[in-house]
């Protein structure tokens, strides 16, 4: 399986502008620039789609553990907070907090607590963000 998205970018850093758009079509052609970036500007940014897709793939995955314990939740809710930081090496995402609110009806909290702990580790954006990272580029004139 590939997903892909992708960015344009138009200008200089500070007074440029670019959009992000992905393949399902979830996003067109989104804006995002210096201001929505570090600003609070309307748009989104890199770190917000980070703490989008945390959020989304924690709480799935927690749900998926849930189910391996027999248990099924009637509400799971997950807050992701990215922070960024200016760092000598450069900006950098430095944590990733995850609040987590689970309505489940009669579950055992170490069961639960298990569960919670597994899927933070074992979700797919939690082991990206400790991947290798590797570049292809291509230059065009």
């Known amino acids: 399986?590939?997903?892909?998205?992708?960015?344009?970018?138009?200008?200089?850093?500070?007074?440029?502008?670019?959009?992000?758009?992905?393949d399902s079509g979830v996003l067109a052609n989104t804006p995002y620039s210096f201001s929505t970036?570090?600003?609070?500007?309307?748009?989104?940014?890199?770190?917000?789609?980070?703490?989008?897709?945390?959020?989304?793939c924690f709480t799935m995955a927690l749900s998926a553990q849930l189910g391996n314990a027999g248990i099924t939740a009637e509400k799971l809710e997950t807050v992701a907070s990215v922070t960024l930081e200016k760092l000598d090496a450069g900006f950098t995402i430095t944590k990733?907090?995850?609040?987590?609110?689970?309505?489940?009806?009669?579950?055992?909290?170490?069961?639960?607590?298990?569960?919670?702990?597994?899927?933070?580790a074992g979700c797919p954006i939690s082991r990206?963000?400790?991947?290798?990272?590797?570049?292809?580029?291509?230059l065009q004139t």
């Open 37 to 56: 970036r570090f600003e609070n500007a309307q748009g989104t940014n890199p770190e917000e789609l980070i703490a989008a897709a945390h959020a989304g």
């Open 1 to 22: 399986m590939v997903r892909k998205a992708s960015a344009v970018w138009v200008g200089s850093l500070k007074e440029g502008k670019g959009t992000i758009s992905s």
């Open 128 to 138: 990206l963000l400790k991947a290798e990272i590797t570049l292809a580029t291509k």
């Open 96 to 120: 990733i907090h995850l609040d987590l609110n689970a309505n489940i009806k009669g579950a055992d909290k170490a069961a639960f607590e298990k569960a919670a702990q597994d899927a933070k």
